[in-house]
């Protein structure tokens, strides 16, 4: 019985999936699509050609949008915890059987460059989140308090309001389901903008929650964030903006919520230090470092970006690692046998090579890289850089792409003090056959995630944010679910406590 219900599901969501590419339609308003008189081309990153165009709208559009959501509000808000749990839990398995399909997981690696096993993997990531959320939801929190004689006091999470989510390309299913699933299990109902690079993977997320939810409970309008984002920051029903992008970016974001004192989760760049200590499994340390570089085409927020190798076994963990990424296949991403694909933005290769020639100026080394690249598309083959100057762009700003750049260390502290010194806070790594010892080093780097060796240190039940230049705010467990949550504190004195 459950093999039958998973293929209509499948069928279901393969249909949406052509629906979204026969009419591609960047907004959607109270459970409608509209076609606009502005489009935008999605280009395909392998071969750098424009393959379909998309609707995107504009400041009333946007307008419309958040008014449906504020209408939405209230019913929605009312809507007792099991049955938004039931809800969450019904989309949850709909990504779950989708994961296991072709056409999203394609039409995932067709926008974005990533491989397919890694769009696959995006899907059944974002289920997660989902059913996270629903049992967090349906747990409850409510507390009676009788701490003092003669009154209780009752505590009780509230939703906060409309809630605003604003997301980037690099995962364009997992990074909205992060977001939207904590804001619908909390109440709130929400305005989705997606990202411009690969909006139309976004879309069918949108597409199934409305299969799911009320009319008006999450509205999409891709444009301008002068005509989108604008007023919804200023519209007096939204209360809550989550958003991940870079730095530069969320300060704008952060600057805009500040009037209103809006609820502000910023997910933002990410410089993470990867420490190989003098214990290190060398062949562990490269298969974990593998994963922590290279995953997504190397571009993840929380990507490995300043490699620090013990002094002791640097020679050793290089010539591993300079071995292992050449072996790398860069190629089509829908072949099963490629490990590196091209990469989204058109500009990235030429950023990259800009920053690997201002490290080989500034004294690093190319320890070697034999992949070759398309001549056509958005390709960039890794490369491994040794001897990196603390001071290359490199090595203190977030690479965002398959450069690896390494330095040897002799004195862990002084390493310590490189991370801290970009500002950045968001993810971490440390390697060694000593947990205990690598424990402690990981509580001297400033991050809100450490992996300790492990490249995947992300689970959707634990809290994930970042500090200082990373953001604020967390995602992911009761901290996410509570970010779209306020409290209210009712004392009653006397008579029943019910």
């Given amino acids: 019985m459950s093999t039958v219900v998973s293929s209509a599901v499948v069928s279901d969501t393969d249909a949406i999936v052509g629906e979204v590419l026969t009419d591609p339609a960047a907004v959607v308003v109270d459970g409608h699509r509209r076609a606009t008189s502005s489009r935008r081309p999605i ?147 929400v305005l989705f903008k997606p990202s411009e690079v690969a909006p139309l993977s976004s879309m069918v997320l949108t597409a199934v929650l409305d299969r799911h939810l009320p009319a008006g409970t999450v509205n999409t309008v891709l444009g301008e964030p002068a005509d989108v984002v604008d007023p919804w920051l200023a519209h007096p029903d939204v209360q809550a903006v989550s958003f991940t992008g870079s730095t530069r970016v969320g300060r704008l974001v952060a600057a805009a919520a500040a009037p209103r004192f809006l609820r502000t989760v910023l997910e933002l760049g990410g410089c993470a230090p990867f420490v190989v200590l003098p214990d290190a499994d060398i062949e562990d340390a490269v298969r974990t470092l593998l994963v922590a570089k290279y995953r997504n085409n190397g571009q993840s927020c929380i990507a490995a970006n300043q490699i620090f190798v013990a002094r002791e076994v640097a020679d050793a963990f290089v010539d591993a690692f300079v071995a292992a990424t050449e072996r790398l296949v860069v190629g089509d991403p829908l072949d099963d046998g490629t490990d590196v694909g091209p990469l989204a933005p058109a500009g990235d290769p030429a950023r990259l090579a800009a920053l690997v020639d201002d490290a080989v100026t500034a004294g690093a080394r190319v320890a070697g890289t034999r992949a070759s690249v398309p001549g056509q598309g958005h390709w960039f083959a890794p490369a491994v850089l040794v001897d990196v100057p603390a001071s290359a762009a490199v090595f203190r700003d977030e690479v965002f792409g398959p450069v690896a750049a390494i330095r040897a260390y002799d004195d862990l502290g002084e390493a310590v003090a490189q991370h801290r010194a970009t500002g950045y806070g968001l993810a971490a790594y440390v390697c060694g056959t000593d947990v205990a010892a690598a424990r402690e080093v990981a509580g001297r780097l400033r991050a809100g995630i450490v992996g300790i060796n492990t490249g995947t240190p992300n689970y959707p039940g634990a809290p994930f944010g970042g500090l200082g230049r990373s953001g604020t705010g967390y995602e992911g467990g009761p901290h996410g679910l509570d970010a779209f949550r306020a409290w209210r504190t009712t004392a009653v004195a006397g008579g029943s406590t019910s």
């Fill in 43 to 189: 280009v395909g990153p392998v071969d750098g050609l424009p393959w379909t165009e998309v609707s995107v709208g504009g400041r009333r559009d946007a307008d419309d949008a958040a008014a449906a959501a504020a209408r939405a509000l209230p019913a929605w808000s009312a809507t007792p915890a099991p049955d938004r749990a039931a809800v969450l839990r019904s989309v949850a398995a709909e990504l779950e059987a989708a994961a296991a399909s072709d056409a999203w997981p394609a039409l995932v690696t067709r926008e974005t460059g990533k491989r397919l096993a890694e769009s696959r993997g995006e899907l059944g990531l974002s289920a997660v989140y989902f059913r996270v959320m629903a049992d967090l939801v349906e747990e409850g929190r409510e507390r009676a308090l009788d701490a003092v004689a003669g009154t209780t006091h009752h505590v009780e999470p509230q939703p906060l309001g409309v809630a605003a989510v604003l997301t980037p390309w690099n995962f364009p299913v997992s990074i909205p389901a992060r977001k939207i699933a904590p804001a619908l299990a909390a109440g709130c109902t």
